[in-house]
């Protein structure tokens, strides 16, 4: 059985940082892709990072230059760094690996993954 556990948010000010992880069991992660996804209240979910097998990462543009997404395959585990966080970053993140079909880089929709975390929340205060 897949399971990915998510972890790490939490309330920070704005302009703080916080550190997502992702581990992934009952899956084999290898060469898969995998996204990290933000929900915020009222609010559509909107991709905000992705990580292709081929080590290409596509970051939202509200997000560039302030996270950063990496990968351990070995360990099955993938990490969001989220620095200089602002309120808009408020929402309950989720993670998501392996693609259903393929198609364009980058793979935005939510509906072209496979397996999905139970999230976590991430609250940033001004």
């Known amino acids: 059985q897949v399971q990915l556990v998510e972890s790490g948010g939490g309330s920070v000010q704005a302009g703080g940082s916080l550190g997502l992880s992702c581990v992934a069991s009952?899956?084999?992660?290898?060469?898969?892709?995998m996204a990290w996804f933000r929900q915020a209240p009222d609010y559509e979910r909107k991709v905000v990072a992705i990580?292709?097998?081929?080590?290409?990462?596509y970051y939202d543009d509200s997000v560039k230059g302030r996270f950063t997404l990496s990968v351990d395959y070995g360990i099955a585990t993938a990490y969001l760094q989220m620095n200089d966080l602002r309120p808009e970053d408020t929402g309950m993140y989720f993670c998501a690996w392996d693609l259903k079909y393929g198609g364009r880089w980058p793979p935005l929709d939510g509906n072209q993954y496979k397996y999905w975390g139970q999230g976590t929340q991430v609250t940033v205060s001004s």
């Open positions: 009952g899956l084999e992660v290898t060469g898969k892709y």
């Open positions: 990580f292709s097998p081929l080590d290409n990462r």
